[in-house]
Every structure is written in C-alpha cells, then in structure tokens.
C-alpha cells in the first residue's frame, strides 16, 4: 500500500501504526532476519508506516519535515535504484563498511540486504545521533568533513570511530567501501563534500550518487553546488575515479540536467 498526503491516520488507526511500527522496529534490531526475502518486507512495511505517520504528524520523522517540508516516499527511491543496488550488492561490490551522506528519512542503505558484519554510517544535517547494531546516525552538515578542526567534525569523527571499533589518531581512515550521495549535491558545496568523504573511501572502493541537477529546494541550493552532470562526471575522473555504471533515471532538458544513478571507482 503506498500512502499520499491524503493519507490520514487517526485515533485508532494512528494508534495501531505507531504499535505495528514499534514491534517492526524491535525485530529488526533484535533478531533481524537473515534472508533477504525475509527482511525486505519488513523494512518496507517500516517505511511506508513511517511516512503515512510522518504526514499526518504521528511520528518523529518531523526533523525533516521542519528542514524540508516534506518527506521522500521510499517507494520512489527503491523504484530508481533498488534493484541495481541489491544487484551490486550481490555481486559484492558494495561492501560492509558504508557512509551515507544525506541520508535521510529513508536511507538508501536500508535499500540492502542485512549482513552481519556490514556497518553504516549514515550523515544527515536532520538526521540524529544514534547508534543501532549496525548503523550509527550523526547529526551534522556534511560540508564539516572540509573543516576537520571544528567540533562538529571531531564529535561526528569519535563516535565513527567508535562505533567501527577504531582507536582513534592511530587507525587508517580509508575504511569505507562505498560512500553514497542520494540526492544531497544540490545543497553542499559538491566539490568539497564529495573530497572530503572520499578521503575515507579504501583504494579499489565506489561512491554511489543519485542526483538531479537543480531539482529540489531552490532557496536552500548552494552557490557552489555542480550546476550539471559534465561538472560532476569531470571532477570525479580528475581525482582518479573510473565510471562503472551510469543510468539516466529521469531525463531533464538535456543529458547534463537529467537524473542519474551514478557509480564510480576509486582507483
């Protein structure tokens, strides 16, 4: 069932989604299941439970609504690119260490199946400080990875560190094998964003960008976003990245407005 902002949930049946919610919830950190046909239901009976309350103020996805004035239906993301992701992932190239910039209300990452080893990051400007078996939330701007003295960077440095088990100012900070940007590089300085992340990403890892030039929240773009797909495509083959898959998803007027599903290697 897909839910619209006509979706309203009230009394007895707001108070059956937030019940349904937090026992989805408590298995899915508890005892989540190990196949994938097991937990892909789950995860999607979540996020729709989660948006239908989010739009009728019944739950706390509220930090992007007062950031955003909206919410993105997970059904629109797993629509674009789900399959290739969990295709990816079948064929091993996505890793289990993973940073998800601009995460969100619905991560791309939750896209993926669970794995017992796998560890996400997930940064998020309104986002929180949590940490999960297997993710852990920071609340910060990305554009702090171009400010490593500032608090928020160290604070947001710690607790990845922490939570991947890593003593801090002695380990190698390339330990991500892919980093994902879902829709974020019209409000970051893309260039500075895209570098800083890329300092953690291992030699031989990808990042992984769903984006639309310009499309989006005008009053909260930033002047030093990439204004198109040549610019995007250009700076990441100048710092040694090589095109493994690209897929127009939406076209705009051109090739170099469209929406994309964009993955790339280091080398």
């Known amino acids: 069932m897909a839910f619209s902002r006509e979706s309203v949930l009230t009394g007895e049946a707001r108070e059956a989604a937030l019940e349904r919610l937090s026992a989805i919830q ?16 789950l995860e999607r009976d979540r996020d729709r439970l989660q948006y239908a309350l989010s739009i009728t103020g019944g739950q706390g996805n509220t930090r992007w609504d007062e950031r955003w004035g909206h919410v993105y239906s997970p059904e629109h993301k797993d629509r674009m690119m789900g399959r290739h992701l969990r295709q990816m992932d079948a064929e091993g190239k996505i890793g289990n260490t993973l940073i998800d910039v601009g995460s969100g209300a619905y991560p791309v990452t939750q896209m993926l199946r669970y794995k017992k080893d796998r560890k996400i990051i997930a940064v998020d400007v309104a ?12 609340r910060v701007d990305a554009e702090a990875v171009d400010r490593p003295d500032s608090l928020a960077y160290k604070k947001a440095l710690i607790r990845s560190q922490g939570f991947l ?5 002695t380990a190698d900070s390339r330990q991500a094998d892919s980093v994902f940007f879902s829709e974020i590089l ?27 030039p310009d499309y989006g929240l005008e009053s909260l773009f930033s002047g030093d976003r990439f204004k198109d797909n040549h610019e995007l495509l250009g700076f990441l083959t100048d710092r040694g990245f090589d095109t493994e898959h690209l897929q127009v998803v939406e076209r705009g007027m051109d090739a170099a407005l469209s929406k994309i599903f964009f993955v790339a290697r280091k080398g």
């Open 165 to 169: 088990g890593l003593k801090p100012d």
């Open 127 to 138: 986002g929180g400080n949590h940490r999960h078996r297997d993710r852990q939330e920071l």
């Open 26 to 41: 408590q298995q899915l950190h508890d005892h989540p299941p190990f196949l994938l046909e097991d937990r892909i239901p």
């Open 186 to 212: 019209n409000y970051v300085d893309s260039g500075k964003v895209i570098e800083g992340f890329g300092r953690f990403i291992k030699p031989g890892g990808r990042v992984i960008i769903y984006n639309k």
